[in-house]
């Protein structure tokens, strides 16, 4: 995505098999019933898989520790 856009309306189902995941971090979100993201997963792991920094801010549960460790394993499989 462009920097500094939102890649996804807020009010919008986003699936994780629609970012470009390996199959075994796909495998692992499926296993642990994680199929489609929050609206802080869907505006900042897009980014986060480009390099980019991400600043964000959501209310407890939201998702934010998953926004942030997906692209981390992500790079790590790489």
């Given amino acids: 995505p462009a ?14 098999g ?4 390996s199959r075994a971090t796909l495998q692992g979100l499926e296993f642990n019933a994680y199929t489609t993201m929050t ?7 897009p980014h986060a898989l480009a390099g980019r920094d991400i600043l964000a801010a959501a209310k407890t549960g939201s998702g934010k520790t998953l926004s942030f ?5 992500e790079c790590l499989y790489r």
């Fill in 39 to 45: 609206s802080i997963q869907s505006g900042s792991i």
């Fill in 3 to 16: 920097r500094g856009t939102i890649p996804y309306s807020k009010d919008a189902t986003v699936a994780f």
């Fill in 18 to 21: 629609s970012l470009p995941l």
């Fill in 69 to 73: 460790l997906v692209p981390l394993l």
